[in-house]
């Protein structure tokens, strides 16, 4: 499992790995996803079967405002997001693999690239119509050579040369962002926003979901991560939270963009060209979740 945790709120987790509190993922597949018309079936009591969350719309559209892209307040600004750190770990994926098969050694058994939901700002439309988490479909050219051999040695190296691209990619942005991650975060220790999850934990209550508060549901959502009926409740009784935090958020990135205003400019400056020298190296495109 690979991890990134700037501020405790965000994790890419592989099919196997717990869900966490701090996020869920959802795979984008790397041919971009099917059209699927929003649902409108009514959550049901814990406990009825998983239905199979349909797939994710998505866009090529880079965001016009870059602000919100790289300091997002909402979940539906969360979107710029989850793209973009999708496409830095499509990057590191792709140059691992035209660096296995420049050396003819396989694929390295790494994690796909995977969608980040980032549940310190959760995406509450997206949540309740495509669930919490999917599994990411198998790579079947991906295989672990024997330990101690030259092949093992050129797919580690590989690996490495994967990482190094995505980290130079996010290099110009992936700093300033921690902080504002590290700052959202944070506001779950506002007194309104602890009441908030009060009501949270009442909702759950209403839905027979046996969780006492968002760490609990998460165990029970571990248990059953395809389960779209208790990521509908989810959402629901996500509501009153978010509409005492968004206002929390946009206030603070008022202050945080003019604290941080000269470094903002910069990536203004070169975060889109950055993306297109990236699209036109490796090959691929950039997408984000729409509907």
Known sequence: MSTTTPGGCRRRRS???????ACAVLVLTAGGCTTTARSTTT??????????????RTTHDIPADLTALILPTTGAESRGSQGL?????TIGYTATRGCARSRNVPMPEIAPPLLTRFLDLPDLPLIRDHGLSTDAPADTTASTAPEGSAAAAAQDRCAAEGGAAARRFRAGYASLQGQWWRDITALRDRPAVVQAFRSFSQCLATHQVKAQDENAF????????????????????????????????????????????????TIRHSLVPGIRESERTY???IAFPAS
Do not use: W
């Open 283 to 285: 090959g691929i495109r």
């Open 43 to 56: 959550p049901a009591p814990s406990g009825t079967p998983a239905s199979a969350p349909p797939p994710v």
């Open 218 to 265: 998460f165990d029970l959502a571990d248990a059953s991560p395809h389960d779209l009926a208790l990521a509908r409740i989810y959402a629901q009784c996500m509501v009153p939270v978010e509409a005492v935090r968004e206002p929390l958020r946009k206030e603070l990135r008022t202050f945080f963009a003019a604290h941080h205003s000269g470094e903002l400019n």
């Open 85 to 89: 750190d999708l496409f830095a770990q």
């Open 15 to 21: 099919a196997q790995a717990a869900i966490s509190l």
